[in-house]
């Protein structure tokens, strides 16, 4: 069985959920005060360009530099793109910037096809296809893995995400309950509870968390933080908001903490209509485009100057997105943006609908119903009843 600390867990979708007026992002980006455009396609691996930004950017940014000097020493060695990709990754969820995820992507490009990579490979191609929103591809490539590593939990756990996002609850729950038989009982409980989530139990998957406490003294702090957060989840889900500020706030007090677990906590504050506690869990984070839009959002509740700067910052982004071709990348925060930032509700609608076919969490669930009231036309949240209807059924 492999040890807690060799464990990575999937990105956190940032949610509003059903509490109120608000919803979703997925895992990155704030607010702050650099106007930097992390909207920007990514790119793949550009040495000069790297080493530039990198000089004097910081601890973290010194040990990115550092492992891809040492990639550039070693290419194709699988420890130092391992180590590049995996710090790209990490600096991609605590800072937003999305090229960062290509940075990644190219440190892993000798494997990018290879049948059977070495397994640290392997599991950062998954996590990065899964951050680009290809959930089906990453569950497949993630099964894959598992065909040949059938002890790798982190692969069960990534999998069992991938496949939920992507909409395929059976699988997903075989993922879910392969960590239980592997001898992981607490990570199934919570990846349950994730399914229970996605699927409209709300009360189920609270019921199924209350059960155990959420974390130990001795787990790894990103283990503590995905645990409350997804315990933060489903307390939001299920209506108790002050429970779930205290699990964020919990979470959030463990060193290290990235962009969507903040966000979400703003999220949940925006959503018991505490514009101004959202602006202020927010301040001292990266400028990115999920950033920009809960200040929006709050500049806009609050009647703040900073507004119409911060819409046109908004509009800007996203225009970049869809000339990028990164747009599948932003549909939850764009149909957000329509809907509390522009007030055009049919074209929320429109996005939300498009979200809703390129994944299923249940923050995706909550956007769309949210956006099909929002243009009074309540029969546009249909599919998400008829998709959860699915799984009700006895097996026949």
Same mark, same amino acid.
């Given at each position: 069985?492999?040890?807690?600390?060799?464990?990575?867990?999937?990105?956190?979708?940032?949610?509003?959920?059903?509490?109120?007026?608000?919803?979703?992002?997925?895992a @990155?980006?704030?607010?702050?005060?650099?106007?930097?455009?992390?909207?920007?396609a990514?790119?793949?691996?550009? =040495?000069?360009t790297?080493?530039?930004?990198?000089?004097?950017?910081?601890?973290?940014?010194?040990?990115?530099?550092?492992?891809? !000097?040492?990639?550039? $020493?070693?290419?194709?060695?699988?420890?130092? %793109?391992?180590?590049?990709?995996?710090?790209?990754?990490?600096?991609?969820?605590?800072?937003g +910037?999305?090229?960062?995820?290509?940075? *990644?992507?190219?440190a892993?490009?000798?494997?990018?096809?290879?049948?059977?990579?070495?397994?640290?490979?392997?599991?950062?191609?998954?996590?990065?296809?899964?951050?680009? &929103?290809?959930?089906?591809?990453?569950?497949?490539d993630?099964?894959?893995?598992?065909?040949?590593?059938?002890?790798?939990?982190? =692969? @069960?756990?990534? *999998?069992?995400?991938?496949?939920?996002?992507?909409?395929?609850?059976g699988?997903?729950?075989? !993922?879910?309950?392969? /960590?239980?038989?592997?001898?992981?009982?607490?990570?199934?409980?919570y990846?349950?509870?994730? #399914? /229970?989530?996605?699927?409209?139990?709300?009360?189920?998957?609270?019921?199924?968390l209350?059960?155990?406490?959420? #974390?130990?003294?001795? @787990?790894?702090?990103?283990?503590?933080?995905?645990?409350?957060?997804?315990? *933060?989840?489903?307390?939001?889900?299920?209506?108790?908001?002050?429970e779930?500020?205290?699990?964020?706030?919990? =979470?959030l007090?463990?060193?290290g903490?990235?962009?969507?677990?903040?966000?979400?906590?703003?999220?949940?504050?925006?959503?018991?209509?505490?514009?101004?506690? =959202? #602006?202020?869990a927010?301040?001292? $984070?990266?400028? %990115?485009?999920?950033?920009?839009?809960? !200040?929006?959002?709050?500049?806009?509740?609050?009647? &703040?100057?900073?507004? +119409?700067?911060?819409?046109?910052?908004?509009?800007?982004?996203?225009?970049?997105?869809?000339?990028?071709?990164t747009?599948?990348? &932003?549909?939850?925060?764009?149909?957000?943006?329509?809907?509390?930032?522009?007030?055009?509700?049919?074209?929320?609608?429109?996005?939300?609908?498009?979200?809703?076919?390129?994944?299923?969490?249940w923050?995706?669930?909550?956007l769309?119903?949210?956006? %099909? !009231?929002? %243009?009074?036309?309540?029969?546009?949240? &249909?599919?998400?009843e008829?998709?959860?209807?699915?799984?009700?059924?006895?097996?026949?």
């Open positions: 069985m492999p040890s807690a600390t060799s464990l990575r867990i999937p990105e956190r979708s940032v949610v509003i959920g059903g509490i109120a007026a608000t919803l979703s992002v997925a @990155m980006l704030l607010w702050g005060a650099a106007d930097r455009d992390s909207s920007a990514p790119q793949p691996l550009q =040495a000069d790297l080493v530039m930004e990198l000089d004097g950017g910081g601890d973290p940014m010194l040990r990115l530099a550092a492992a891809w !000097r040492a990639l550039q $020493l070693q290419s194709g060695d699988v420890d130092a %793109a391992t180590r590049y990709a995996g710090l790209a990754l990490t600096y991609y969820g605590t800072r +910037d999305a090229r960062f995820l290509g940075y *990644a992507e190219g892993l490009a000798p494997w990018r096809e290879a049948m059977n990579p070495p397994r640290s490979i392997w599991l950062l191609r998954g996590r990065i296809l899964q951050t680009q &929103h290809r959930f089906a591809d990453a569950g497949a993630l099964d894959r893995l598992l065909a040949a590593h059938g002890d790798s939990a982190e =692969a @069960m756990l990534l *999998a069992a995400d991938a496949w939920r996002r992507a909409g395929d609850i699988r997903s729950r075989s !993922r879910c309950a392969g /960590l239980a038989f592997a001898g992981w009982p607490d990570l199934a409980r990846c349950a509870a994730d #399914v /229970l989530l996605s699927l409209g139990k709300t009360q189920e998957a609270d019921r199924l209350s059960s155990g406490e959420a #974390v130990s003294a001795d @787990m790894p702090a990103a283990m503590a933080q995905w645990r409350l957060a997804v315990a *933060a989840d489903a307390a939001s889900a299920a209506g108790r908001a002050a779930a500020r205290s699990l964020f706030e919990r =979470a007090a463990i060193p903490a990235g962009i969507a677990l903040h966000v979400a906590y703003a999220d949940l504050l925006l959503g018991e209509g505490r514009p101004q506690d =959202a #602006v202020d927010l301040s001292d $984070l990266p400028d %990115a485009d999920a950033v920009l839009l809960r !200040r929006a959002i709050a500049a806009r509740r609050l009647r &703040h100057d900073s507004f +119409d700067q911060l819409r046109e910052r908004l509009r800007a982004r996203f225009a970049d997105a869809g000339a990028f071709d747009a599948r990348l &932003h549909l939850r925060e764009q149909a957000l943006f329509e809907l509390l930032v522009e007030d055009d509700p049919d074209a929320g609608l429109a996005l939300a609908e498009e979200n809703w076919t390129l994944q299923k969490g923050d995706d669930a909550a769309l119903i949210q956006a %099909a !009231r929002a %243009a009074d036309r309540p029969e546009a949240a &249909h599919p998400v008829d998709w959860r209807s699915k799984f009700d059924r006895p097996a026949t």
